[in-house]
């Protein structure tokens, strides 16, 4: 089994254990569902040039902030916190799972971080 294959599949997984904490915790079903592509609006930043749309894309598919949220909510115990947390968090594993990565400023949209495993 190749890395590429192997990383794949941790995000696929990692994606479907999100989203049964999401479910566990009973949240509405439908608003993950709705808010699951809103990190994809991130892609605006594409519409001023590569260098901006890559580092907006990236800040919205990078574990950083909803990973930041995760451990407000710790403090905090707001659920919406979480909610967003779990949902950006499985956006970003989906998205890994297909091959789409983290973009570079100075190429094409298509050419991301995981094209070199």
């Known amino acids: 089994m190749t890395n590429r294959k192997i990383v794949h599949i941790e995000y696929a997984l990692t994606f479907t254990f999100l989203f049964f904490i999401y479910m566990k915790l009973d949240y509405p079903i439908?608003?993950?569902?709705?808010?699951?592509?809103?990190p994809?609006?991130?892609m605006s930043g594409y519409a001023v040039n590569k260098k901006i749309g890559a580092v907006v894309y990236n800040f919205g598919h990078t574990f950083i902030f909803p990973l930041l949220l995760a451990l407000m909510y710790l403090y905090l115990l707001n659920d919406y916190?979480?909610?967003?947390?779990?949902?950006?968090?499985?956006?970003?594993?989906?998205?890994?799972?297909?091959?789409?990565?983290?973009?570079?400023?100075?190429?094409?949209?298509?050419?991301?971080?995981?094209?070199?495993?």
């Open 40 to 42: 994809d609006l991130t």
């Open 81 to 117: 916190l979480l909610i967003v947390s779990i949902i950006w968090m499985a956006h970003i594993c989906m998205d890994r799972t297909i091959g789409a990565g983290l973009k570079y400023q100075d190429s094409s949209f298509t050419h991301t971080h995981l094209q070199r495993l």
């Open 30 to 38: 439908w608003l993950f569902f709705v808010l699951l592509l809103v």
